[in-house]
């Protein structure tokens, strides 16, 4: 009998705990409903809080990094955007599909240029007509400079996120990212590097525009998502992480 009851209250305290951990500051009243009780905000002047994926408190525009690379992935300019996204498409079909090699594609669209340019000044010539002006091409360089500094940019950040999970401060944030690269290599088992460069395509220049159009809908059911998320995390670090003797290990000296 004495051990039933203890096992009962093991069972009671490891629920307690995972509520604390599922609810936390939830118990505690926030700074504006105490100002209210004390008669210092009314409740007109308040607003409910509404749940947003990550945590976010900016549009949707500005998460993205705003700016023209925000606006082709929400379709601000629907012909640019449909553009790169109709561009892409077909470098993937003519490279995956057709299985087209880029220097081989290249080489033939230089051909059908260059003899295309070549016919044309020709015939002009023959019926005694001024040949046509080629268009002087050039890459611009402040454009393209800035590209390059923005993925500069964000693969350093990605380097500091590295750096981070690696130095063990966040045990969660640790398991994310190993799940995270596992479901990569998955990936990586079934697509080739073309086409998982595609399908991320496709999913900027959709997911966000699409999220953007139905967030109302979509925050809460990514509210209720991840309260799950956290009571079955609750109860793996209740069960299997709080009894790691992570303690023991730090303070043992080499």
Known sequence: MA???KEEVRAESLVEKIEEKIHGHHDSPAPEV???KSGGVSPSSMK????RIFGREKPVH???GGGKLADVFLWRDKKLSGGILGGATVMWVLFELLEYHLLTLVAHLL???????FLWSNALTFINKSPPKIPD??????PFLQIVSAITFEINRALV????????KDLKQFLSAIAGLWIVSILGKSYNFLTLVYIATVLLFSVPVFYEKYEDKIDPLAEKAMFEIKKQYAVFDAKVLSKIPRGALKNKKI
């Open 3 to 5: 051990d039933e009851h």
């Open 111 to 117: 051909i059908v240029a260059i003899a295309a340019f």
């Open 34 to 36: 105490v100002r209210e």
């Open 48 to 51: 409910d809080k509404v749940y």
């Open 62 to 64: 500005h998460v993205i």
């Open 137 to 142: 091409i050039q890459i611009p360089e402040k």
């Open 161 to 168: 996120v590295i750096r981070d999970i690696a130095s063990g």
